[in-house]
């Protein structure tokens, strides 16, 4: 999973705020934020939707981005095959996988986007053996 990491995790705790979270997204250009405890250790996820859905919920944006964020994250180990990403996505009916090296700290995030586009390419590789 780690070649399909394409730059370092957009991560922060928990305690910003829903704008906050918005703000770095648009900032980074990213679909989701990892939300991590002091030690790195991933508590959570936000992604857009959960944003879409809040705002569509009425929750105040100044609320802790505590409120609104997928405790427990999905996690994949950094040496894990594509094959596991397409299954844990497909299973849980996921859109990111936050990535985890051995001791359980965040090293990327991959998106549906990243494991069709790497699909894809093994796919096209296939076609001319």
């Given at each position: 999973m780690i070649q399909l990491v394409n730059r370092r995790p957009v991560t922060a705790n928990s305690e910003i705020s829903i704008k906050q979270a918005a703000e770095i997204m648009k900032r980074e250009s990213v679909g989701s934020i990892v939300i991590t405890d002091k030690?790195?250790?991933?508590?959570?996820?936000?992604?857009?939707?959960?944003?879409?859905?809040?705002?569509?919920?009425?929750?105040?944006?100044?609320?802790?981005?505590?409120?609104?964020?997928?405790?427990?994250?999905?996690?994949?180990?950094?040496?894990?095959?594509?094959?596991?990403?397409?299954?844990?996505?497909?299973?849980?009916?996921?859109?990111?996988l936050v990535v985890i090296n051995k001791e359980g700290k965040v090293v990327g995030v991959i998106s549906i986007k990243d494991v069709v586009k790497a699909v894809g390419s093994i796919a096209l590789d296939l076609a001319f053996w």
């Open positions: 030690d790195y250790n991933p508590i959570g996820i936000v992604t857009e939707r959960d944003i879409i859905y809040a705002i569509a919920d009425g929750i105040p944006l100044e609320s802790s981005i505590d409120q609104i964020m997928s405790q427990n994250p999905v996690t994949i180990d950094g040496d894990a095959d594509i094959s596991e990403a397409v299954a844990l996505m497909s299973s849980r009916g996921i859109r990111h």
